[in-house]
Structures are given as structure tokens and as C-alpha cells.
Nanobody, 123 residues
């Protein structure tokens, strides 16, 4: 059974940093495209970052967020810096069933999802 469990969310002031983690079980994340998405109340789910052998970022987070993974721990990370109130959302970890992301941040192409972790940024 594939499980993705996010952690590391919380409340932070504008300009602060957080690191999200996604522990993967029942699935070899190193052999699949992985990604982070977010959804704020009343808004569509937004692609934040994806990783295969390269990384891709949504325009709103470029230069501030960094996606990475530890294959030995089967864990995905999202380092978030210079956080802004607009970054407030539920953040989700997701996995595709193929190796390549091809730069995709389309949530419809990701098959497995975690339950999410809340990030709240106050001004």
C-alpha cells in the first residue's frame, strides 16, 4: 500500500522559513516523479515543485522554494524561504507512476497523494 505522509507545516511570520517532509512507504520514490502541490481556501490546487532527474518550480515560488529528496530515506522535502502570506495553504506531497516529470506540475498526472500539512504565514 502506497502511503505519503507530510509533516513540517506550521505557522510562521512573513519572511520566515519552513521545511516540509514527505515520508513515502510502499513505493520507491527514487524511481518516480515526485511533486509538491498546495491549495488555499477557495482556490484551485497549484503545482509548487516537481523532481525527477531535474527540478521544476511554479512561477510564484521560484527562487524561494527548493525541492529535494533523500533516496536512502525514501523521503521528499520542500525547503521554503522568504515566506509570504500568499503562501498560506494546505501543502500536499504527490507521486506519479512514471519516472519522468517532464517538467509537469499538472496535478491530474499524479496518482498518489498525502493528506497534506497546513502552512500559515502571517504578515
Amino acid at each position: 500500500q502506497v502511503q505519503l505522509v507530510e509533516s513540517g507545516g506550521g505557522s510562521v511570520q512573513s519572511g520566515g522559513s519552513l521545511r516540509l517532509s514527505c515520508a513515502v512507504s510502499g513505493y520507491d520514490s527514487s524511481r518516480h516523479c515526485m511533486g509538491w502541490f498546495r491549495q488555499a481556501p477557495g482556490k484551485l490546487r497549484e503545482g509548487v515543485a516537481s523532481i525527477d532527474w531535474r527540478v521544476s518550480y511554479g512561477d510564484s515560488v521560484k527562487g524561494r522554494f527548493t525541492i529535494s529528496r533523500d533516496n536512502a530515506k525514501n523521503t521528499l522535502y520542500l525547503q521554503m524561504s522568504s515566506l509570504e502570506p500568499e503562501d498560506t495553504a494546505m501543502y500536499y506531497c504527490a507521486a506519479r507512476t512514471v519516472l519522468y516529470c517532464a517538467g509537469s506540475l499538472d496535478s491530474g498526472t499524479f496518482a498518489y497523494w498525502g493528506q497534506g500539512t497546513q502552512v500559515t504565514v502571517s504578515s
